[in-house]
């Protein structure tokens, strides 16, 4: 009997976000589920980002960020733009409504409930990511729409998959690998998760 089912883990409750960022030049923005308050006093919420994300590149310079929660309001367009494409190559905000927080990044409306403005006071390497410890600079709650959770996104938001086809799909955006194996090193190219986020269609 195998130790570790993977899909245990999918049953951990998750918000979805988007974590907003400014390299110096342009505002960015990527879709983020591991957001978590750690303490009341002082306010501290850690964020875990990928590091083949260009925003975590940026955060590590410039040391502050926006976490936006996304309503049930969004639909697939929004994770289109901020998973599946990289700040490097597109503006994601073109054509987008937002403002700007006391720190200067953008806070989506319309689809969201609530941002929470963050300054980085411990960077932590684990591999693949880094987790953020942050200080909450600004907050402020926005309406009392529902928060989009990362069950409601994959029941009713998330693309269907084509199961006629073989292979693996990601079960963070959907990508499907067709081949056996998968490999082990294998990185999504869409939302760069690694091998771990894929299951057996």
């Known amino acids: 009997m195998e130790l570790i089912d993977k899909t245990a883990l999918f049953k951990i409750s998750y ?7 400014n390299d110096g030049k342009k505002d960015n923005g990527m879709i ?3 957001v978590m308050q750690v ?5 501290t919420v850690a964020v875990g980002i990928n590091k083949a994300n260009y925003s975590c590149e940026t955060v590590l310079k410039t040391k502050k960020m926006n976490v936006v929660t996304l309503t049930e309001k969004c639909d697939f367009s929004i994770f289109e733009r901020f998973g599946f494409a ?56 926005i309406s009392d729409d529902n928060s989009m959770t990362y069950d409601y996104y ?15 799909v ?19 190219p869409i939302c760069k998760y690694p091998a771990s986020a894929f299951v057996k269609l």
């Open 15 to 21: 918000g979805l976000y988007v974590l907003t960022t």
């Open 32 to 34: 983020c589920n591991t």
């Open 39 to 43: 303490t009341s006093e002082p306010l």
């Open 86 to 141: 990289s700040g490097k190559e597109k503006d994601k905000f073109e054509n987008l409504k937002y403002w700007k927080s006391q720190n200067g990044l953008p806070v989506l409306v319309d689809i969201v409930n609530s941002f929470i403005s963050l300054e980085v006071k411990e960077s932590i390497d684990l591999e693949t990511h880094y987790l953020f410890i942050c200080q909450v600079t600004e907050a402020k709650s």
């Open 154 to 168: 994959h029941k009713y938001v998330k693309r269907k998959t084509d199961t006629t086809k073989k292979g693996y």
């Open 170 to 188: 990601c079960t963070i955006c959907g990508y499907i690998y067709e081949g056996e194996p998968l490999p082990e090193d294998f990185i999504c």
